[in-house]
């Protein structure tokens, strides 16, 4: 089976940074994701690591340990906007297929 | 049309109604996906579609049956549902082996009265 875990909730100023992290336990590990939802619509993606490391994208940065089962992902220069859920999600392959399994996700309010 | 579109958008039902919920996605993906999201709790992964064929059926109760007629089309029939049935219905889609994840729908709030 998989175990994803991060915080229910964080907060934060705006333009201060902000780091959620997400542990995992899983086999056949095959890449974590990030993704927003902003309350009432889909996930959208942010980001991918599958190999160890940081990925960064503009205020938004992810780091990978997979020999830790650890990531986190980064945002920088908060924005009133980046109020929303933030989902780790861990690919796995078995069976000859891909399965996704998402955590429960990192509510962030950011305040002024 | 681009993305993942998903209808109808709400959708309330009685328990002995049948009903079905349409996903469509114009991304060339080979790859779709149902995902249950209930408050408070993390995306159940339902069905899951390769090339067409069902891979995995998350233990899901038969009152849910999917249906993959080709690669852009993903139908959840429904039929006779529970009240704790209530939740987000979120079909995606993704190209296996691509890194840029998967595309979600805007999803169909369902509500069993």
């Known amino acids: 089976g998989q175990n994803i875990d991060q915080p229910t909730e964080m907060t934060a100023t705006e333009g201060a940074i902000v780091q959620i992290n997400c542990t995992y336990q899983?086999?056949?590990?095959?890449?974590l994701f990030w993704y927003q939802q902003h309350a009432g619509e889909a996930p959208t993606f942010l980001s991918y690591?599958?190999?160890?490391g940081l990925e960064e994208k503009g205020r938004f940065s992810s780091f990978l340990s997979r020999s830790k089962g650890y990531s986190y992902l980064l945002l920088k220069e908060l924005q009133m906007k980046d109020s929303a859920s933030y989902l780790c999600?861990?690919?796995?392959?078995?069976?000859?297929?891909?399965?996704?399994?998402f955590g429960r996700g990192t509510s962030l309010i950011v305040h002024p | 049309e681009t993305g993942v579109t998903q209808t109808p958008r709400h959708l309330v039902m009685g328990m002995t109604n049948k009903k079905s919920l349409k996903c469509e996605q114009h991304l060339g993906h080979n790859a779709m996906y149902w995902y249950k999201q209930s408050a408070k709790k993390p995306l159940e992964l339902m069905f899951v579609?390769?090339?067409?064929?069902?891979?995995e059926n998350n233990s899901v109760p038969s009152r849910f049956s999917p249906e993959c007629p080709n690669s852009s089309h993903l139908f959840l029939h429904l039929h006779t549902l529970q009240p704790e049935d209530s939740a987000l219905y979120l079909c995606?889609?993704?190209?296996?082996?691509?890194?840029?994840?998967?595309?979600f729908g805007s999803g169909t709030r369902l509500t069993v009265v």
């Open positions: 579609y390769n090339f067409k064929e069902q891979t």
């Open positions: 899983t086999s056949g590990f095959n890449g």
């Open positions: 999600a861990v690919h796995s392959a078995g069976g000859g297929s891909y399965i996704p399994t």
């Open positions: 690591n599958v190999l160890d």
């Open positions: 995606a889609s993704s190209q296996v082996g691509d890194s840029e994840g998967y595309t």
